[in-house]
């Protein structure tokens, strides 16, 4: 897989993820840094996974965990129905890009060479996965049509995640989760 860099600039967006491997190489488990737009970034890492919270935006997060090869992402770096009592001062944060997110972590943990087979979405109450999952489903029948157009399968297809079927699909009233398995290398 290509490199992939995670937008920065001072003074504007992003984060700065050499501070947070260093962190990991200094064998912290918690962590200050400063991200672009001048915000506190809560940072949280070990071998298995690691997550970014807003120091005042706690419901503004980022995080990955790997077990037994699947990996999993909580990821809300925008404004969801969810915030229906608070207000928050953007539509989206400015320092965080779920998808570039789900890259950097995938790197991150091959770099550790830990070993990825899996991505797994789980899309609860109110997630917009499970609305695009839920409308794709309802106009075509296909479980696996309606999760590869969500967000979530989107993102996964692209870093190679692209192998589904029906099986791979638990739904429950209020909750889906999908695996998405790494396409075997040619």
């Known amino acids: 897989m290509e490199r992939i860099k995670y937008p920065y600039e001072p003074g504007k967006f992003g984060i700065p993820f050499e501070k947070i491997d260093q962190l990991y190489k200094e064998r912290r488990k918690k962590g200050k840094i400063l991200s672009g737009s001048g915000r506190i970034l809560i940072c949280k890492i070990d071998k298995h996974s690691f997550g970014i ?11 990955a965990a790997v077990d037994d090869g699947i990996i ?5 770096t925008k404004n969801s129905d969810r915030d229906m009592r608070q207000e928050f001062p953007w539509e989206r944060h400015p320092d965080m890009f779920a998808k570039k997110f789900v890259g950097m972590a995938l790197q991150y943990f091959g770099d550790k060479r830990i070993e990825i087979d899996t991505c797994r979405g789980s899309w609860g109450f109110l997630s917009e996965n499970l609305r695009a999952y839920r409308r794709e489903l309802k106009k075509s029948g296909d479980k696996v049509k309606a999760a590869k157009s969500t967000w979530s399968g989107q993102t996964f297809m692209g870093y190679g995640f692209t192998q589904i079927e029906e099986k791979d699909i638990e739904e429950k009233e209020n909750y889906i989760q999908v695996d998405f398995h790494r396409s075997p290398v040619s």
Do not use: P
């Not at 919270?53 to 995080?63: A, G, I, P, V």
């Not at 999993?72 to 809300?76: I, K, P, V």
């Open 72 to 76: 999993t992402f909580n990821l809300q």
């Open 53 to 63: 919270y807003d120091s005042k935006l706690q419901e503004r997060t980022m995080s």
